[in-house]
């Protein structure tokens, strides 16, 4: 099983900074990983696929970078909706897996 | 716009079956996308249980393949999940989640979730 580390756990930053969190790989997933974001009671939203694609109605200030064992979500300017959980999830090999989470806090 | 939901039992004994059907609507099961099942443990993050594929075939995780089954019913637009022999640790918010297509392909990346609903195991 391919597991997945984010960090940092937790990121604390303004609206208007630049937020960059890490997902690191066991093992190589090529470029095939997702990230999402999840709010306190809701489901996650799917951000990114295939590393850098944004997902349909994903704004431009979400992008994804990294091949192999690292990966980046950036976020260019932090909206006051962008606080949130964000996780990474590969889909190179079975099972599917995802990352613990980073924790973007104001 | 493609709505999914969740419905079952809320609290499950130990030993039993857990089981839920999730209905989609605004769109077919039968459409050649992933249907999946996903659960969140309590503080904790995501484990992906299992799926239908495009094709029609199931692949499940396995840590939980010897317990687990994923159906259609395409006659009814549900999808279900079985878990047989729950214990504590299947506690969860189960969500039941349709693969991500692009104009081009299909993917095991899930953008359409239910709400997801509370499983709690106890006797």
């Known amino acids: 099983e391919i597991v997945l580390t984010q960090s940092p756990a937790t990121l604390s930053l303004s609206p208007g900074e630049r937020a960059t969190l890490s997902c690191r790989a066991s093992?190589?997933?090529?470029?095939?990983l997702a990230w999402y974001q999840q709010k306190p009671g809701q489901a996650p939203r799917l951000l990114i696929y295939?590393?850098?694609n944004r997902a349909t109605g994903i704004p431009a200030r979400f992008s994804g970078s990294g091949s192999g064992t690292d990966f980046t979500l950036t976020i260019g300017s932090l909206e006051p909706e962008d606080f949130a959980v964000y996780f990474c999830?590969?889909?190179?090999?079975?099972?599917?897996?995802f990352g613990g989470g980073t924790n973007v806090e104001i | 716009q493609v709505q999914l939901q969740e419905s079952g039992p809320g609290l499950v004994k130990p030993s039993q079956t857990l089981s839920l059907t999730c209905t989609v609507s605004?769109?077919?099961?039968?459409?050649?996308?992933?249907w999946s099942w996903i659960r969140q443990l309590p503080g904790k993050g995501l484990e992906w249980i299992g799926y239908?594929?495009?094709?029609?075939?199931?692949f499940y995780n396995p840590s939980l393949e010897s317990r687990v089954s994923i159906s259609l019913d395409t006659s009814k637009n549900q999808f279900s999940l079985k878990l047989s022999s729950v214990t504590a640790a299947d506690a969860a918010v189960y969500y039941c989640?349709?693969?991500?297509?692009?104009?081009?392909?299909?993917?095991?990346?899930?953008?359409?979730w239910g709400q997801g609903t509370l499983v709690s195991v106890s006797s």
């Open positions: 295939e590393t850098s």
């Open positions: 239908m594929s495009n094709n029609g075939s199931p």
């Open positions: 989640a349709r693969g991500y297509c692009s104009s081009t392909s299909c993917y095991e990346y899930f953008q359409h």
């Open positions: 999830q590969q889909r190179s090999n079975w099972p599917l897996t």
């Open positions: 605004g769109g077919s099961v039968s459409g050649g996308f992933y």
């Open positions: 093992q190589s997933v090529s470029i095939y």
